[in-house]
């Protein structure tokens, strides 16, 4: 069982480039939530999907952010122009039903993003 | 704002001892509660939950405790081993939700 996969490992790139995430779920997981690490903030809830369809995007920075889902194997997160307050770990997760009581997060390992 | 506060950045334990990491919250809906476990380089992995109806959860050397009326809750790991070094995050939800919100983590760091 491969778990979550994440690629980029790390991204470094310029102020103003465009940066996308990919994350790949455990197969047969229907919800996929996207989380953002910082010292400050700790792990913040960007977005999720249930069955490939966004239902909470609340977390979203801004409008700079969009994520996508365009099949149960694959999703993405793209960052547009992207700055330099926007260097983080970029976390996926995914789980089987998705209520937190009766169900696990299972983290990928991460995408290290630096923006100079 | 931060629902869920993780006030000690880091801890240091030496090994054989209690850690104790704390966590407080403040959303009065939260009622599931659950610590997740970091290692560097890694994501996070699922350690031991409570469910807002009891007021400890025991599992192995974990153990985690619920205060709702102070709307606090703890984690105690007895005795501390080296591999208990990582980053522990304290995540609250309400029960039947999907969104977890997590603090901001506390690092542990266990002494030989």
């Known amino acids: 069982d491969a778990g979550v996969i994440q690629s980029p490992r790390h991204e470094v790139t310029e102020m103003g480039q465009e940066v996308t995430l990919r994350c790949k779920p455990i197969?047969?997981?229907?919800?996929l939530f996207w989380y953002r690490q910082t010292m400050m903030r700790g792990l913040e809830l960007l977005i999720y999907?249930?069955?490939?369809?966004?239902?909470?995007d609340s977390g979203m920075p801004e409008d700079r952010f969009s994520a996508k889902m365009p099949n149960a194997s694959f999703s993405t997160l793209k960052i547009q122009p992207s700055e330099p307050r926007d260097s983080a770990v970029y976390f996926c997760?995914?789980?089987?039903?998705?209520?937190?009581?009766?169900?696990?997060?299972?983290f990928g390992p991460g995408t290290r993003l630096t923006v100079l | 704002d931060q629902q869920v506060k993780q006030n000690s950045p880091s801890l240091s334990v030496q090994e054989g001892r209690i850690s104790i990491l704390n966590c407080d919250y403040t959303n009065s809906m939260f009622d599931y509660f659950l610590w997740y476990k970091k290692y560097p380089a890694e994501g996070p992995t699922f350690l031991i939950s409570?469910?807002?109806?009891?007021d400890k959860n025991e599992d192995g050397r974990f153990t985690v405790f619920l205060n709702k009326s102070a709307k606090h809750l703890s984690l105690h790991i007895v005795p501390s081993q080296p591999g208990d070094s990582a980053v522990y995050f304290c995540a609250a939800s309400a029960l039947g939700a999907q969104k977890l919100v997590f603090g901001q983590g506390t690092r542990l760091t266990i002494n030989p």
């Open positions: 999907f249930n069955n490939n369809v966004p239902i909470d």
């Open positions: 409570i469910s807002s109806i009891k």
């Open positions: 197969s047969g997981h229907d919800y």
């Open positions: 997760a995914s789980s089987l039903i998705g209520t937190t009581s009766t169900d696990t997060q299972y």
